[in-house]
């Protein structure tokens, strides 16, 4: 479990660090334990597992003032699980769904009783995502996704992707653009 928290830490500090996040914006987390350990998704899921990741990505979000958001599973329409304080700040639309290892996710049942003040809302546009396993977190991502490659490529058996996002280009050839964003 160590081990599995500790590649956690590692792959959302650098995500945070490579997306430039700063406090008050949203990284959505999307975790199938059943991957982690190397079982196919959705048929193995692990409170322990969930709880161990969370671990390791909730104090490092905490510490910069970025809300984490996650993604449950489709048994709750991908919901997300986020604290309060956000969905109002960003107004969200809530949603009544507590979720459990088996309806909704491991990771997100263990973020559920970790916050403060959790909510479940129905969708949100985050800032930057971490999908660990392939559970496809892109429809809660800002345009434009810009695909991030971590040094940590693995937490478990399962596969890490992650995605910062950028405001969308307008203009035409004589635009100059921020390259700070």
Same mark, same amino acid.
């Given at each position: 479990m160590q081990n599995i928290t500790q590649q956690a830490r590692t792959a959302v500090t650098e995500l945070i660090e490579k997306a430039s996040l700063t406090a008050g914006q949203i990284l959505v987390v999307g975790c199938s334990t059943s991957e982690v350990q190397g079982h196919?998704?959705?048929?193995?899921?692990?409170? @322990?597992? +969930?709880?161990?990741?969370?671990?390791?990505?909730? =104090?490092?979000?905490?510490?910069?003032?970025?809300f984490l958001?996650?993604?449950?599973?489709?048994?709750?329409?991908?919901?997300?699980?986020? @604290?309060?304080?956000?969905? @109002?700040?960003?107004?969200?639309?809530?949603?009544?769904?507590? =979720?459990? =290892?088996?309806?909704?996710?491991?990771?997100?049942?263990a973020l559920y009783g970790a916050l403060e003040? =959790?909510?479940?809302? @129905?969708?949100?546009?985050?800032?930057? +995502?971490?999908?660990? +396993?392939?559970?496809?977190?892109g429809m809660h991502l800002k345009a434009v996704a810009v695909p991030l490659r971590l040094e940590q490529k693995m937490i478990g058996e399962a596969p890490v992707s992650a995605a910062r996002t950028r405001p969308k280009y307008t203009g035409g050839e004589r635009t100059v653009y921020d390259p700070r964003l």
């Open positions: 196919s998704l959705g048929t193995f899921s692990a409170p @322990e597992i +969930g709880r161990a990741i969370l671990d390791g990505i909730l =104090p490092v979000t905490k510490e910069r003032g970025i958001a996650a993604q449950c599973c489709e048994h709750l329409n991908r919901a997300l699980i986020i @604290e309060a304080d956000a969905m @109002e700040r960003y107004s969200f639309e809530r949603v009544n769904a507590v =979720p459990q =290892p088996k309806a909704g996710g491991s990771f997100a049942a003040n =959790p909510v479940t809302v @129905e969708a949100l546009k985050a800032h930057a +995502g971490m999908d660990i +396993g392939g559970v496809l977190i």
